[in-house]
């Protein structure tokens, strides 16, 4: 079944302890993004990667890293996590290809992790 | 400043009724817009629009792109409960090479009464 995952599920932590949420797919995607959801914020874009060991910020990055070694995967690295970063976290991939006339297609969204950082 | 605004922000509606669903953008690059739908877990792709004037239609789902006024609408007729959801509007604003952003606005909240 092609899916997007995430793991956790749900995590709560302590402020400073680093944590990693992975992502990953089985679709064979180029394109895949982090994004959060806060109440009244929407979604906002964290970081994407266009293919394997490319990487940009989206636009909320502080706080985040993540890194594109392998297609599949594109875990989501919270290295010294504070209360604000608590928060609902979706992984996304995409069969977007590069050029001016290609487009996202549609993104499909892993099942969210939420995040409760004391 | 919001670069994508979706009005309303929420809305209750009885069954049957038809509901407009608006979404405004205003991005360096407009390369598509697109509608997802968010129920209690992570969003589902409705439709995306990249040329004005063209309908897109999906059973009693439809969206029209206005890429003049910069604008489009997400029109569901004859409500049923299970329409109860969030429904997101994205801009992909394209800036050069491959490189982009998917921009979402707060989304609509959707309330369908029976």
């Known amino acids: 079944e092609a899916q997007v995952t995430q793991n956790p599920r749900y995590l709560i932590t302590v402020t400073g302890k680093k944590l990693t949420v992975t992502c990953s797919q089985n679709?064979?995607?180029?394109?895949m993004s982090w994004y959060r959801q806060d109440p009244g914020l929407g979604l906002r874009q964290i970081y994407y990667?266009?293919?394997?060991?490319?990487?940009d910020k989206g636009d909320v990055p502080e706080g985040y890293k993540v890194s594109r070694k392998e297609k599949r995967n594109f875990p989501l690295i919270l290295e010294s996590p504070s209360p604000n970063q608590t928060s609902l976290y979706f992984c996304?991939?995409?069969?977007?290809?590069?050029?001016?006339?290609?487009?996202?297609?549609?993104?499909?969204f892993g099942p969210g992790t939420r995040l409760t950082v004391l | 400043e919001d670069k994508v605004v979706q009005s309303p922000l929420s809305l209750v509606v009885h069954e049957g009724d038809t509901v407009t669903l608006n979404c405004s953008y205003e991005?360096?690059?407009?390369?598509?817009l697109l509608w997802y739908k968010q129920e209690k877990k992570a969003p589902t792709f409705l439709f995306m629009l990249?040329?004005?004037?063209i309908e897109k239609k999906s059973g009693r789902l439809s969206s029209i792109l206005d890429k003049k006024e910069l604008f489009s609408i997400l029109n569901i007729t004859a409500t049923q409960t299970g329409d109860s959801a969030i429904y997101l509007c994205?801009?992909?604003?394209?800036?050069?090479?491959?490189?982009?952003?998917?921009?979402f606005g707060k989304g609509t909240k959707l309330s369908v009464k029976p």
């Open positions: 990667s266009m293919n394997v060991e490319v990487t």
């Open positions: 991005v360096t690059n407009f390369r598509s």
């Open positions: 679709m064979n995607h180029e394109y």
């Open positions: 990249t040329s004005s004037g």
């Open positions: 994205a801009v992909d604003d394209y800036y050069g090479g491959s490189q982009g952003n998917l921009i």
């Open positions: 996304a991939s995409s069969p977007r290809t590069s050029g001016r006339e290609s487009s996202y297609n549609e993104q499909f």
